[in-house]
């Protein structure tokens, strides 16, 4: 869902939505606050670039006679006529959009959760090594990856599930596995709910692949979480935050600022010896491919003007 424009006044919102519906163009009218803007929404993203072409048109002329569904001179009737549209559109306040997309968690969402979580406690917390290792990469074979050779190419994923190791403590197999949890729900539940649950699954996997990938030609396979991927899901929501707000996603600056700070400590960790075992090279990985098609998705619905 795109949106289209904005309007101060609720009459010519209404006016535009119904010249919308007249044009067999399936468009939503969400409400700011109760003095504020409306918004128009296309459904159909398809169909964005006549819509915005049609709103530019409107707001030129809109007493225009083809635009006038309700009767101008008759303003009791027209009040009539509004109170029946607003019924008949789903008016959403916009200060809750960003909540109504966070406030249930998505089918593949929680299916990850749900899989992380079970790998998690089937494998003792992580220190069953013989669990766990059926998730790791394998070791390079003669500069080959086995995965190919052996058919297991969803081993260049699961990585993703694991939250625990033996060279840990308790808290900390169970801190990374919740922050990581914690994380995908924020973030993928956004995705899933805006953009879909083919997108969503599709990304996740080309994430994985990707961070899973960097990290393992830098480090080698002993390595695991989902924080490459949530690093990709929070790069992505934050560019289309940034530069393409009208696609409804949100994030808190806080958060953002947090998970730009983890990468860079993570980082210096690493060139210093401070601490090791944090998989730098998937968090950023993971992290490049979102930035990346966050803007891209971003530059295509700004039509360039970035």
């Not at 991927?229 to 289309?240: E, R």
């Amino acid at each position: 869902m795109r949106q289209v424009g904005q309007f101060k006044q609720e009459k010519l919102a209404l006016r535009f939505w119904e010249y919308l519906k007249h044009q067999e163009i399936d468009a939503s009218l969400e409400q700011g606050d109760e003095n504020g803007t409306w918004t128009i929404w296309v459904v159909d993203e398809d169909k964005l670039n006549m819509a915005v072409e049609k709103f530019e048109q409107f707001s030129n002329n809109p007493e225009d006679a083809k635009y006038l569904t309700t009767n101008p001179s008759n303003p009791a009737k027209e009040k009539i006529d509004t109170k029946k549209a607003t019924n008949r559109y789903k008016t959403i306040n916009l200060r809750d959009k960003w909540s109504s997309s966070k406030s249930g968690t998505g089918t593949f969402t929680l299916a990850l959760i749900i899989t992380s979580v079970a790998v998690f406690l089937l494998s003792g917390l992580g220190k069953n090594t013989e669990i766990i290792g059926k998730f790791f990469i394998s070791e390079k074979v003669n500069g080959e990856l086995s995965e190919f050779k052996d058919g297991e190419v969803w081993r260049l994923i699961t990585p993703i599930f694991i939250h625990g190791s033996s060279r840990f403590s308790f808290i900390f197999n169970l801190m990374h596995i919740v922050f990581n949890m914690y994380l995908l729900r924020e973030f993928g539940s956004q995705i899933e709910s805006l953009k879909g649950p083919k997108f969503f699954l599709t990304f996740v996997l080309l994430l994985a692949l990707f961070s899973n990938m960097t990290q393992f030609f830098v480090s080698g396979p002993a390595f695991g979480g989902m924080s490459g991927v949530n690093y990709g899901l929070f790069g992505y929501v934050w560019i289309k935050d940034r530069y393409d707000p009208g696609d409804g996603f949100r994030i808190d600056s806080t958060l953002a600022l947090w998970l730009f700070g983890w990468l860079a400590l993570g980082f210096v960790g690493e060139l210093t010896g401070v601490f090791g075992y944090i998989a730098n090279w998937a968090h950023a990985g993971g992290l490049i491919v979102g930035l990346a098609w966050g803007y891209g998705s971003a530059y295509r619905w700004n039509r360039g003007k970035m």
